[in-house]
C-alpha cells in the first residue's frame, strides 16, 4: 500500500466457514482458494483452531484467525454493481482484512485516495461484496463464502495521522444515514497512516465482533418468527375454509397443529429471553475491559430487535382457536347425543308396539 494521507475503511462480515472435522485445514483451503482468483494478490491466512472456534451459519469459524488480501476491481466491473455509477474514479484497488474474534468474524474493506473523507467508504463494500460474490460463487474443498448482513455495516470510516496524544481518537458526525467517523492515529506512534492499520483495526474488532454475533442472532430469531407466522398462517386458512375437508382437519387433527404451534412459540420466547440475558452480559463484559464505546448505540439496538409481539400473537391465537375447536367439539357431541336419545327412544317405541 502506498504511503497516503487518507484510508478510507467500510465495515462487513464476509467469512469462509467449513465443517468441524476439516477445521484444521481451514486456512491452507481458504488459501488456495483466494489464490485461484487472477485479480487478488498479497493473500494472507491465518487460523487453526486451535484456540476455538464458533458456529456460523453452515459451519464454523476459527477464533483468532485472520484473511487479509488486495483486490483490483477495473472501474466498469464496479459501474455493474453500481447500477451504472462510477462511485470514485479514483479507487480501483481494495485491501480486505478479515479478523476472526472471540464472537466471530468482522471484514474491513479499505481504500486510499489523497482528498478529504468525503468518499463514502460503504459503496466500497458493495462493489467488493458482489465482486467476491461473483468470484466465490461455487463452494469447494468444504470451504463455504458467507455473508452476513448487514454488510456494509452503517457507518463510513477515515483513518488518518495527526498530533494527537492518546494512540486513536475519534469523531462521530451524525447524517441521517450511514454516519461518518474520523479516526485520528498519534503521529508520535506512527509514521504514517497505514503503519497505524493493523492496530485500528484491532481496536475497534471487539465492539464490531460481538455487533455481527448480535446480528447472527437476530437472524436466527427472524427465520424462526417466520416459521411461527407460516404455521399461524396454516391455522387460520384451515379455521376458516368451509369445506368439508377443512372441517374434519379442525375435528381429528387441529389439536394437534395448535399444540405444535404454541409450544414453538412458548420455546422461542424462552431462547430470546435467554439471548436478551445473554447479550447484556456480553455488552457489558466489552465495555467493563476500558475499550472506547465507539459503536456501543448500534450494539443495543441490534441487541433490542425482537419479534415479541409475533410470538404473543401466534400464541393467543392458538389458544382462541382451542378454545372455539372445544366449543365445536361440544356442539357436536350434544348433536351425537341427542341424535342417539333419539334413536333409543324410536327402539323403545318400536319394541312395546
Known amino acids: 500500500m502506498a504511503r497516503v494521507h487518507w484510508l478510507y475503511v467500510g465495515i462487513a462480515c464476509f467469512y469462509f466457514s467449513t465443517s ?13 482458494r483466494l489464490a485461484s ?11 487453526d483452531g486451535s484456540s476455538g472456534h464458533v458456529f456460523m451459519n453452515n459451519g464454523v469459524v476459527p477464533i483468532h484467525g485472520r484473511v487479509s488480501f488486495k483486490v ?13 455509477l462510477a462511485i470514485d474514479l479514483e479507487v480501483e484497488k481494495f485491501w480486505v482484512h478479515t ?77 441521517g444515514t450511514f454516519d461518518k467517523f474520523e479516526f485520528t492515529a498519534s503521529s508520535e506512534l506512527y509514521g504514517d497512516t497505514e503503519d497505524a492499520v493493523p492496530d485500528f483495526l484491532y481496536q475497534l474488532s471487539s465492539e464490531l465482533s460481538l455487533y455481527y454475533k448480535l446480528a447472527a442472532a437476530y437472524e436466527k430469531r427472524l427465520r424462526a418468527v417466520m416459521e411461527i407466522n407460516r404455521l399461524t398462517e396454516r391455522l387460520l386458512a384451515i379455521y376458516e375454509t368451509s369445506s368439508v375437508k377443512a372441517w374434519l382437519v379442525r375435528t381429528f387433527t387441529f389439536s394437534s397443529r395448535m399444540r405444535h404451534l404454541a409450544l414453538v412459540a412458548i420455546k422461542e420466547q424462552y ?83
Open 20 to 32: 468441524p472435522n476439516k477445521l484444521s485445514t481451514w486456512a491452507g483451503n481458504v488459501r488456495s
Open 37 to 47: 482468483i487472477s485479480s487478488l494478490s498479497e493473500i494472507e491466512v491465518a487460523g
Open 72 to 84: 483490483e476491481i477495473p472501474m466498469e466491473i464496479q459501474a455493474t454493481y453500481m447500477g451504472g
Open 99 to 175: 479478523l476472526y474474534e472471540r464472537y466471530g468474524p468482522v471484514t474491513y474493506v479499505v481504500s486510499e485516495a489523497t482528498s478529504d473523507p468525503l468518499v463514502d467508504a460503504s459503496d466500497h463494500v458493495v462493489v467488493v461484496r458482489e465482486y467476491l460474490k461473483d468470484q466465490l460463487a461455487r463452494d469447494a474443498d468444504s470451504i463455504y463464502f458467507n455473508i452476513l448482513a448487514p454488510s456494509p455495516f452503517h457507518a463510513d470510516l477515515s483513518l488518518t495521522i495527526g498530533h494527537e496524544k492518546k494512540q486513536l481518537s475519534g469523531r462521530r458526525t451524525p447524517t
Open 271 to 353: 431462547d430470546n429471553q435467554a439471548e436478551a440475558t445473554r447479550s447484556r452480559e456480553e455488552i457489558e463484559g466489552i465495555y467493563a475491559t476500558g475499550i472506547e464505546p465507539h459503536f456501543k448505540d448500534y450494539l443495543m439496538t441490534e441487541m433490542s430487535k425482537n419479534f415479541t409481539d409475533n410470538v404473543s400473537a401466534a400464541r393467543e391465537i392458538a389458544s382462541l382457536l382451542d378454545q372455539a375447536r372445544g366449543r365445536q367439539i361440544g356442539t357436536i357431541a350434544l348433536f351425537f347425543s341427542a341424535l342417539a336419545g333419539g334413536l333409543a327412544g324410536a327402539l323403545v317405541s318400536l319394541l312395546v308396539r
